[in-house]
């Protein structure tokens, strides 16, 4: 008798993420650093095995190299099986041809003999770029009760940016009727979340009919979903009121990592009923010298602070050297803020340095003010200045 999983789940994690610019240049997007220990893959991997489901396929093709190391064998979330776990599926040369993942459904469809390998019952499609704690065996158990062949997480947003999302049309026992992919006047504002769980059979047929259609883009939002509805297929709505973040922008992963501070965060990453794992660093306690402020801030282990903190999030290892001043901004592994140098409103990558009397960034209050961003491993030199909302890769020494 084959062996087989119940659930296997497929988490997409191949996007460029160029709208996080400089914080991309060099990894994939769902590698990018995030809350001081984590990276923003650590959530839906973590959301897998805290749900019971041990079987997961991660999609990978932009800028793989770290997030494959930091992957590795997936014994931080749980995910060294023997039979399934965590295993990373890059783009291939097949028999007949090698080609890269042109889209959600293809990517997919390319690693259907993966999925077929456990002969599951069901598919759970997930993204790797978003921040949230949500229990996919509910959602499961929810699929089953209706007897659907697909359910969508959703979530009410905004109707002003519901122009943003693919938007369901329910009836009220959560049936869909429409599926609409970021209309204009959407009728509205129930917005998919990007997770689907398919019964594996109709995802298999519906992939195998997209790989055929000429004229489809290979995505499930465009092409598979309403294909399916227009099939009359049972697809169902699961609503979801939790905290969620897509952190594809600039300023929606600075929000996110601010939502962790105060005494009621508004997302918890503390929870023990919900723990977050991830492949923290190894480093020695933090420390909090004698000249030191801190308010309102989360600061990592391994970090040296002498200067000024105040609402910001510091990950392993940051030094913020006496007289210096952090506020309001997102400092990720490594990077060094020198004496007197001032960080305000900002996104700092691994491994920056900003020398003595620097100043980058503007107060978030000031008029036009936007969040700047200084890629890794570059160097800010002493008394320079980097103006609100500047986007740097590269060293920058006033020459």
């Not at 400089?22 to 990894?27: F, G, V, W």
């Not at 990517?107 to 069901?122: E, G, L, R, T, V």
């Not at 989360?298 to 510091?314: D, Y």
Request: charged share 25%; with cysteine; hydrophobic share 35%.
């Amino acid at each position: 008798m084959q062996r087989k999983k119940e659930c296997v789940a497929m988490l997409l994690a191949g996007g460029q993420g160029s709208r996080l610019y400089a914080l991309t240049n060099n990894i994939a997007k769902p590698a990018v650093a995030f809350g001081a220990k984590y990276r923003i893959i650590d959530f839906p991997l973590s959301n897998c095995i805290n749900s019971g489901i041990d079987t997961v396929g991660v999609l990978t093709q932009y800028q793989p190299l770290e997030l494959n190391e930091y992957i590795g064998n997936g014994q931080p979330w749980d995910l060294d099986r023997a039979f399934g776990g965590v295993h990373i599926l890059s783009p291939y040369q097949g028999k007949k041809k090698s080609s890269w993942y042109e889209g959600t459904a293809n990517a997919i469809y390319q690693n259907m003999q993966f999925m077929k390998k456990y002969n599951p019952d069901y598919v759970l499609i997930l993204s790797g770029d978003h921040i949230y704690k949500m229990d996919y065996a509910e959602m499961l158990k929810a699929h089953k009760a209706t007897g659907a062949d697909c359910t969508i997480a959703a979530i009410e947003v905004p109707m002003k940016e519901a122009s943003r999302f693919g938007i369901l049309n329910t009836n009220p026992d959560g049936s869909i009727y429409q599926f609409e992919e970021k209309p204009k006047q959407p009728k509205s504002n129930l917005a998919s979340m990007g997770i689907y769980i398919f019964t594996a059979s109709k995802l298999f047929k519906y992939l195998e009919e997209d790989e055929a259609n000429p004229d489809s883009s290979k995505d499930f939002g465009k092409d598979v979903l309403p294909a399916m509805l227009n099939a009359g297929e049972k697809m169902f709505s699961y609503r979801f009121s939790g905290y969620w973040k897509d952190v594809g922008t600039i300023s929606s992963l600075w929000e996110s990592n601010m939502d962790l501070l105060g005494e009621n965060p508004a997302f918890d990453v503390g929870d023990a009923d919900w723990k977050i794992h991830s492949r923290n660093p190894l480093a020695p306690p933090e420390y909090i010298g004698e000249t030191a402020k801190v308010s309102n801030s989360m600061i990592a282990l391994g970090c040296e602070i002498e200067g000024t903190v105040e609402n910001s999030v510091l990950a392993s290892n940051v030094v913020v050297e006496e007289g210096a001043t952090v506020k309001d901004s997102v400092i990720m592994a490594g990077t060094v803020i020198r004496k007197g140098a001032t960080v305000t409103y900002s996104i700092i990558d691994e491994d920056v340095v900003v020398e003595d009397y620097a100043t980058v960034g503007v107060d978030k209050d000031s008029k036009n003010a936007a969040i700047t961003v200084l890629g890794r491993q570059i160097t800010i030199g002493s008394g320079l200045t980097v103006e609100g909302g500047k986007i740097l890769d590269k060293d920058y020494r006033g020459e």
